[in-house]
């Protein structure tokens, strides 16, 4: 079984987020285990995706048109521009129903010690969309780790000479969090960006 298509599928498992070796072979032996009810579905819509989903060439979110249902609804706010790193960020914010702009998905944070840099990002797409203009705000939606802000600053920076407003998303105490249980450093930005 060293190098069967068994070994394949438990190495390719393990690749995938969260998943170690143990993990991805507890997987594939319980895919085994229910082959038409489980593998073979699996199998087809994994299959399906790869070949039928894209990349919004505006945004960088995932659909079946390009662009996507979110770029293409004229009923959403043209001038805004919420920045996430990931498609998964976009979905979170989607989630709650609360904005009604548009995005700009980057496709990861900048990051000096896993060799992420301004190229590797989708950051000059996303200038050329400020500098085309009817871009009144830009909200950086990223996370509260540095890589997360030195992202937003680098961003920031590059749109200083853009006749755009940049805000960011308040950082702090959680709806329903106890502040016994936060760090300090929650706490801290809870405090200065009190209002």
Do not use: F
Request: aromatic share 4%; proline share 3%.
């Amino acid at each position: 079984m060293k190098d069967g298509p068994l070994q394949h599928l438990i190495q390719s498992l393990s690749r995938l987020p969260g998943l170690g070796n143990r993990s991805a072979r507890r997987i594939a032996l319980h895919l085994l285990s229910n082959r038409q009810g489980l593998m073979v579905p699996l199998a087809q819509s994994i299959l399906r995706v790869a070949e039928e989903i894209k990349s919004c060439a505006i945004c960088g979110n995932l659909d079946m048109i390009d662009p996507c249902h979110i770029c293409a609804d004229v009923k959403r706010t043209q001038g805004q521009i919420c920045v996430v790193a990931q498609v998964s960020d976009l979905w979170a914010i989607e989630r709650t129903s609360a904005y009604k702009g548009r995005y700009h998905v980057l496709g990861g944070l900048l990051s000096a010690l896993d060799g992420i840099g301004p190229e590797q990002l989708n950051i000059a797409t996303l200038l050329e969309r400020a500098q085309q203009g009817g871009v009144d705000e830009v909200i950086l939606a990223l996370s509260a780790t540095v890589d997360g802000q030195s992202t937003a600053h680098y961003i920031a920076d590059h749109l200083a000479g853009y006749d755009v407003e940049i805000t960011h998303l308040a950082h702090g105490v959680p709806v329903g969090g106890e502040l016994d249980y936060l760090d300090d450093g929650t706490i801290t930005t809870a405090l200065r960006s009190r209002k």
